[in-house]
């Protein structure tokens, strides 16, 4: 690469050069912090047409880069490693980028790796490997300079340390718990210690030659990666995906700017009780063991149930407890395996939905997330938000010790109500409809959908295509013997298969339907009876009859998997219903892509419906809220519920899909777990 680079803060300059340039620029920020509505940016780099230009945000102002960045609108593309964050970074500067050439070179990566391995997507790795081996040093020294300044922070945290005859092992000891919070002493420290930033790097005159090369690099590797991977995209016929993931990017940008609003009062609250409820635990465990063994501490556990029960343990996994809380249960093994897993889950969730929420939270009580569009091979996206359980945890009295959703609150001001539109099983219902376009449609599958192969009163057959608002308006027949079509629930139907003998209105059917519904979604991610027996813990004897009975229910699923299997020994790769192309690291993973289409093609599809959706939103003051698996929640505000249907429809309207799609809607005017469902 070379590039002519300059410093400067006469915007002027670059915007005359930009007028006279065409095609595609590279844009990147460099912040003070990660926090997308706190941290700011104090470098702003471009690079186009061999020239590259770094300008110090401290030393301009906003009216002069707002029309910088206006004077892109006529390129072809506007280039960024991750460039959300880049958008989010500008407006807190003051700025922002309202239109619609935006490209993320993370996107143009995942799309050209011609694997489904989850290989890094990070710009200098992807430098060093596509373009030159030295791509990273300038890294290197910047890396270099913030492991200096961090050193320096604990040399004098050491320093405090003695002044307080407190050893630095002792020290760790107690930092390391997961009920630890910084007080006294150690509070004050971080406050006036906090941790260097690429600000702090920037501002030593030593290193600040190095962060302006390295800012001005990585809009030139950015640039130069784009020209390497385009063609790529080109050549495999995947421009129509990319576009795509281009114009979700200032939706998902929205999206993010909103945040969820976070009960602090309530976490705080729930903290305390949760704190103390695991302590308690704690001391269930050293009563049982006369040992101060910790949860995390495998080996010696191991050594503990050998030693003290003569239980020989291989793991100290969930499942292996489990299997010791089931065989012992109220003897001293049992409780004490009982309290390890209810431990584990106390502290993991103590950590992810209290303390870190507070943390995301405190700047103006929301929480935010980046929402990312390149991570999973199949296309769906991912966030630290995704997984925020439906259900509270609770202690052994049935008492609500925290509930996850609870502390998800409507933001108020006119947003009184949040709306929550979730697709109805829409994996299964892509399932059966592919089954359909395949072979005719599988019976059990489609008629969990629709009253497919049925007739009304009036022996007319139904329809998918003519008939799909008549569903559950008419009555329909089924033309094998002529009674009334009720919907089949899929999870009964691999029971029964499994289970004939088994009465369906039985307990012991209840928890068989559960197992049904496990092989269900698990089968349609390519399982095996290997697998049920891995991921669930069944009964070898069950995983072979659940496997087979998935089988014998839905058998028009092999056809299915048939045309998967021979499609990718013929080319070589196989593609969603939207284009999207799946390729294999290991040939012998073929049944990966029975799902990969499958999970890719609701993915591209949800894809689609939020760009139609934010469209539809722009008028108006109502506004998405996040973006988890396959819901949407979305801030109404007064007096606009009358978008809700309108978004419904959108969602529901999917032309090629033959099966029915049905977004269901809930609502809540408190908190997310108080949601009710809106007939």
Not at 131 to 152: P, T
Not at 357 to 365: A, C, F, R, T, V
Not at 522 to 528: D, E, I, L, S
Not at 651 to 677: F, G, L, Q, R, Y
Request: charged share 30%; with cysteine.
């Amino acid at each position: 690469m070379s590039y002519k680079r300059t410093t400067t803060n006469d915007v002027g300059i670059i915007i005359e050069r930009l007028k006279k340039s065409k095609g595609w620029v590279a844009i990147d920020t460099e912040t003070d912090g990660l926090h997308l509505k706190q941290s700011m940016p104090f470098l702003l780099t471009l690079s186009f047409d061999n020239e590259s230009y770094a300008i110090d945000l401290q030393q301009s102002n906003p009216s002069a880069i707002q029309k910088l960045l206006d004077n892109m609108k006529h390129f072809d593309l506007v280039l960024g490693h991750n460039i959300k964050y880049d958008l989010h970074m500008l407006r807190n500067y003051g700025v922002i980028y309202k239109y619609n050439n935006l490209a993320d070179t993370m996107i143009m990566a995942r799309l050209s790796l011609e694997s489904d391995e989850i290989r890094t997507i990070a710009l200098k790795a992807l430098a060093k490997r596509y373009l030159s081996v030295e791509a990273g040093d300038d890294e290197l020294q910047i890396k270099s300079a913030m492991m200096s300044l961090k050193r320096h922070n604990t040399m004098m945290f050491k320093h405090l340390l003695r002044e307080k005859n407190v050893t630095k092992k002792a020290f760790d000891a107690v930092a390391k718990d997961t009920l630890y919070e910084p007080v006294g002493y150690h509070l004050e420290f971080l406050s006036t210690h906090p941790d260097p930033t690429y600000l702090d790097i920037y501002k030593d005159p030593l290193y600040t030659q190095s962060m302006l090369s390295y800012a001005m690099n990585d809009t030139e590797i950015t640039l130069e990666l784009a020209k390497l991977m385009y063609p790529v995209l080109v050549a495999k016929e995947q421009l129509g995906v990319f576009e795509r993931e281009c114009k979700i990017l200032q939706p998902l940008f929205r999206m993010e700017s909103v945040g969820l609003r976070i009960d602090r009062e309530y976490l705080k609250e729930r903290k305390e009780v949760v704190k103390k409820y695991i302590k308690e635990r704690r001391k269930d465990l050293r009563r049982l063991s006369n040992t101060d063994i910790k949860i995390g501490q495998h080996k010696a556990m191991k050594d503990m149930f050998s030693d003290k029960w003569g239980i020989e343990l291989n793991s100290t996994d969930d499942r292996a407890l489990k299997e010791i809380e089931n065989e012992y249960q109220d003897s001293e093994p049992g409780q004490y395996a009982k309290t390890v897993r209810e431990l584990r889950t106390l502290e993991k969730w103590f950590s992810v939905y209290i303390m870190r929420m507070l943390e995301k939270s405190e700047y103006d009580g929301r929480a935010y997330t980046q929402i990312n569009t390149g991570s999973a091979v199949t296309g769906r996206v991912s966030s630290d938000f995704q997984q925020f359980p439906k259900y509270a945890i609770t202690d052994r009295e049935g008492k609500e010790l925290i509930h996850p959703r609870r502390m998800v609150i409507t933001t108020e001001n006119g947003y009184d109500s949040t709306y929550y539109l979730d697709y109805s099983q829409i994996e299964l219902r892509v399932q059966a409809n592919y089954t359909y376009e395949i072979s005719g449609g599988d019976l059990n599958m489609c008629r969990a959908y629709m009253p497919f192969k049925c007739h009304n009163n009036q022996h007319k057959p139904f329809d998918p295509k003519e008939d799909r608002d008549l569903i559950f308006t008419q009555s329909w027949y089924k033309d094998e013997d002529n009674t009334l079509w009720k919907p089949v629930d899929l999870h009964s139907a691999t029971a029964m298969q499994a289970f004939p003998n088994v009465d369906p209105k039985s307990d012991e059917f209840k928890h068989l339907r559960f197992l049904g519904k496990s092989t269900n979604f698990a089968k349609n991610y390519g399982a095996t009876a290997t697998t049920l027996m891995a991921q669930f813990g069944f009964e070898p004897a069950v995983a072979r009859k659940m496997d087979e009975a998935y089988y014998k229910a839905f058998p028009k699923i092999l056809d299915y998997q048939k045309l998967v299997r021979d499609t990718y020994k013929r080319r070589g790769f196989v593609k969603n219903r939207y284009g999207r192309r799946y390729y294999l690291s290991n040939k012998r993973f073929v049944y990966k892509l029975y799902n990969y289409i499958i999970q890719g093609t609701c993915a591209d599809m949800l894809k689609d419906k939020i760009i139609e959706v934010d469209k539809l939103l722009s008028p108006y003051k109502s506004r998405f809220q996040m973006n988890i698996h396959d819901e949407l929640s979305f801030e109404i505000y007064t007096g606009e519920e009358f978008l809700i249907p309108a978004i419904k429809k959108i969602m529901e309207d999917v032309n090629w899909m033959t099966v029915p799609v049905v977004a269901d809607i809930e609502v809540t005017k408190s908190n997310w777990a108080e949601k009710e469902t809106v007939i």
